[in-house]
């Protein structure tokens, strides 16, 4: 939800697959920066930097000239960054300075718009099929669907055709639970295998976008007799429930399709169906011979994950079905809270640098509080003491660090402040990371001579010169 809900001060549109360093925007111009800050009349003596730190890896992609012109720093592959049937969108903070001060803090959101990059592809080039040559008329068989890794709807849409219609076989597409296409031969007349054994049909994939793509299956097929039944899942949905005390050795989950055919027409595999993120199959481990769910070392506990998976037989052609995992994980334990930092001035590691002329209430640091523990766990309050800085609480486990107090850099160069953490889980964990400050000067000392008056004696008739 906190992820739907950003706040920015202007939307870009980019296309994946931009060269290096091309032009997005002009900063000033397309948020109204000028309108939105009164006291301005003059943007060439504003300097955006792009807030550095956290974790995020947002500006790498994405960097900005001191004038407030926009540019890609990296080419942009949408597949890559982002899931399937999901806005693309990276939200880029920039600090706005004038003077020595942070006035502003920009947030700007980067659509980054899908092109129809990727072709249809099919899991093989070739697909055989065995038919019956008893087989009834209108008998339907399951063939092998293309994916198409555009992340958008409109450039991974496909449809199907078969290009050689001279056969006794027609194509039939259908829509699954889960939202994949089912794809069908259903058999028009009657087989005689004695008079023709072997069909070869291709099978057509296109995208619906310009300019199109396509992917061909050659499709070629026996007349003989075929696996007619596919898996069947005992539900259609599981949801399993897991905490932090489960061991990774043992199962959270064992998923069970039976099928009614026999030998290796109804020998199961289980697989993660195509369509489960990358994202989410990186946290678990699925046994494909027993249907045995378990859990990666890295997994993610507070976090809720839907998986597909498909159960698959032996037969040839194979058939499967699909059924959906939703896995909530729950951490009963109390963890130590985690200290996200980012300075909104210059800064080296964990030492910020400020000019002794920034003015009260600005902008500093922003600090971002992580602890996926559930309850009271997670309930998390920071404190910070120190002469120059002040911590005002945002929103939860969201604070900011302004300027408090006029710093002086003929008295104190820099100084250190710490930031203290404590949850209210029983008992409370602490945590606390220290940070150093430079103080940069500004030109507000004027010279002083020693005294107000000086005497000197001298005599008549001296040398030029005479000091």
Same mark, same amino acid.
Request: charged share 25%; hydrophobic share 35%; net charge negative.
């Given at each position: ?9 202007? !939307?870009?549109?980019? &296309? ?14 397309? !948020? ?7 006291? /301005? ?34 080419? =942009? ?32 959101? =980067? ?18 099929? &065995? ?11 399951i063939i092998p669907n293309a994916i ?42 009657v087989l005689d295998r004695e008079t ?48 932090? !005390?489960? +061991? ?9 399709? !039976? ?22 199959? +990186?946290?678990?481990? =699925? ?101 120059? /800085? ?31 953490? +404590? ?27 020693t005294q107000d008056t000086f005497k ?12």
């Amino acid at each position: 939800m906190a992820e739907s809900c950003w706040c920015v001060d202007h !939307t870009y549109h980019v &296309k994946e697959n931009n060269d290096i360093h091309s032009y997005i925007g002009d900063i000033v111009t397309d !948020t109204h920066l000028l309108d939105t800050v009164p006291s /301005l009349d003059d943007s060439s003596k504003l300097i955006f930097n792009v807030i550095q730190g956290g974790t995020d890896e947002t500006v790498l992609l994405f960097n900005v000239t001191q004038g407030g012109h926009l540019y890609t720093a990296a080419i =942009l592959d949408a597949e890559i960054l982002c899931q399937y049937n999901v806005e693309c969108f990276r939200i880029l903070e920039i600090a706005v300075q004038h003077g020595y001060s942070v006035i502003k803090i920009l947030k700007l959101k =980067l659509i980054i718009e899908d092109v129809n990059d990727n072709y249809p592809k099919f899991p093989k080039e070739e697909f055989h099929l &065995k038919f019956d040559e008893n087989l009834l008329i209108g008998t339907k068989y399951i063939i092998p669907n293309a994916i198409d890794n555009d992340i958008s709807i409109k450039n991974s849409r496909i449809t199907y055709g078969i290009e050689n219609s001279n056969t006794p076989f027609k194509l039939f597409v259908s829509k699954q639970l889960d939202g994949s296409v089912l794809l069908q031969l259903n058999l028009e007349h009657v087989l005689d295998r004695e008079t023709k054994s072997i069909y070869e049909i291709q099978l057509i994939a296109r995208d619906k976008e310009s300019p199109q793509k396509k992917g061909v299956l050659h499709i070629k097929i026996l007349v003989k007799d075929i696996n007619d039944n596919k898996p069947l899942f005992s539900e259609n949905i599981y949801n399993v429930t897991v905490n932090d !005390t489960h +061991q990774l050795n043992k199962p959270i989950a064992k998923l069970s399709a !039976t099928d009614l055919d026999e030998g290796d027409n109804g020998l199961i595999s289980y697989f993660f169906n195509a369509i489960t993120s990358k994202y989410a199959t +990186q946290f678990f481990r =699925l046994d494909d011979v027993t249907g045995y769910l378990f859990l990666e070392k890295d997994f993610q506990f507070g976090r809720i994950y839907k998986l597909f998976v498909e159960a698959r037989d032996n037969g040839n052609p194979p058939m499967s079905s699909t059924a959906i995992v939703l896995v909530n994980g729950v951490t009963h334990f109390n963890n130590p809270p985690n200290i996200d930092f980012k300075f909104l001035v210059k800064s080296i590691g964990k030492t910020g640098v400020i000019s002794e002329g920034t003015q009260i209430h600005s902008f500093f640091a922003y600090v971002n509080i992580i602890d996926n523990d559930s309850g009271v766990n997670g309930q998390v309050k920071c404190y910070l003491q120190n002469r120059y /800085l002040q911590l005002i609480l945002e929103s939860e486990k969201k604070y900011k660090v302004v300027v408090k107090s006029e710093m002086d850099r003929e008295r104190e160069k820099s100084f250190n402040f710490t930031i203290k953490c +404590q949850d209210n889980g029983l008992p409370p964990l602490k945590v606390e990371k220290e940070f150093s400050v430079l103080v940069t000067d500004i030109n507000d000392v004027q010279p002083q001579f020693t005294q107000d008056t000086f005497k000197f004696l001298t005599y008549e008739n001296e040398n030029k010169n005479f000091p």
